[in-house]
């Protein structure tokens, strides 16, 4: 009986901070609120993240799926898939080789080891929206290869395109 | 009288724990875009909804992890904890049987794939939670009762 009653005055307590919480989020983030309401939340986050990657990965060059592809065609140039070992087994770009941020950070030079530093490299992740293949290509710029760009529509946009794929499972 | 070791243990959970929602909810409130990202990458919510969840979630995380480090009304404190670290919960497992990889937006760190790791780190708040809230409830329920037994008979 007690502990029901209990239960009833945490409940209670628990809706006031659950009010407060609200009111103080609603005001501070009504914009973010607005936004999402009106249903131009989606393109508003799209917009802020290529303003955050712009400052964060301004030293990277990018290409759409149109160019990558044309490079692709050409033969020459090295495919990066940044994604972990297990969505690269799955399915990948073909002829590309894995190189996760993690395992980039891990091997440092030597996870690229015997590849000249003007090579053309074309580093890609997931999807639009994922930064691996920023970070990757950062970090091979870093390491002075002078050639890497980042493929930004990412390998779903590669693989519904219908351009070659493969697995290594 | 001196505090006995259960309830410096108590306590000190409760510290750790309201902390750890305090980051959590802080890390949110600075990078709300972000945040709101996560949210719409779970597909969970209607787009129209999801600028509020992401509006006043950081919040609430941030209040109650306050208040709970405070001692502040803790067992309510815990109880919204439990329950959003629940629906959390809730949220990733369904994501994971959809196969979808999505950042989790965990909180704590950004950039991690929703998965067995993060699934379990919230299970253990679940767990957490739950323990120090039933902990907390039969305190307060067994107070009164030591109470009188205390008071003496006239």
Redesign the interface.
Same mark, same amino acid.
């Given at each position: 009986m007690?502990?029901r009653r @209990? @239960?009833g005055?945490? !409940?209670?307590?628990?809706g +006031?901070?659950?009010l407060?919480?609200?009111v !103080?989020?609603?005001w501070?983030?009504?914009q @973010? +609120?607005?936004?999402?309401?009106t249903?131009a939340?989606?393109a508003? !986050?799209e917009q802020?993240?290529q303003q955050r990657r712009q400052v964060e990965f301004q030293g990277v060059k990018t290409l759409n799926l149109p160019q990558t592809y044309e490079i692709f065609q050409g033969g020459q140039a090295l495919f990066v898939d940044a994604r972990?070992a297990d969505?690269y087994a799955e399915l990948h770009i073909a002829g590309a080789v894995n190189l996760s941020p993690d395992l980039l950070e891990r091997q440092g030079d030597r996870a690229l080891a015997g590849i000249p530093r003007d090579r053309r490299i074309v580093v890609y992740c997931?999807l639009a929206?994922c930064?691996k293949a920023l970070e990757v290509a950062e970090k091979l710029q870093s390491l002075k290869f002078t050639e890497v760009s980042a493929f930004m529509d990412g390998f779903r946009a590669w693989d519904e395109a219908g351009y070659p794929a493969e697995t290594s499972e | 009288m001196r505090p006995e070791f259960p309830a410096i243990l108590r306590r000190l959970l409760e510290i750790i724990f309201g902390a750890l929602f305090c980051y959590a909810g802080y890390l949110k409130l600075l990078h709300t875009d972000e945040f709101a990202e996560a949210v719409l990458a779970y597909q969970l919510l209607p787009p129209g909804l999801v600028g509020l969840v992401a509006a006043v979630l950081p919040g609430l995380e941030l209040a109650a992890g306050i208040f709970l480090a405070l001692g502040f009304k803790r067992r309510s404190c815990l109880m919204l904890l439990g329950f959003l670290s629940g629906i959390f919960l809730l949220a990733m497992l369904v994501t994971l049987a959809r196969g979808l990889k999505i950042d989790c937006g965990c909180g704590l760190f950004f950039s991690r794939q929703v998965g067995l790791a993060p699934i379990l780190e919230d299970g253990l708040m679940v767990f957490w939670a739950a323990g120090l809230y039933y902990w907390e409830l039969m305190v307060a329920a067994a107070a009164p009762a030591l109470a009188a037994a205390a008071r003496p008979d006239f």
């Open positions: 007690l502990s @209990l @239960l005055q945490d !409940l209670a307590w628990a +006031v901070i659950l407060l919480a609200a !103080l989020g609603i501070q983030q009504w @973010l +609120v607005r936004l999402s309401w249903g939340l989606p508003h !986050l802020q993240r972990d969505e997931g929206n930064n | -």
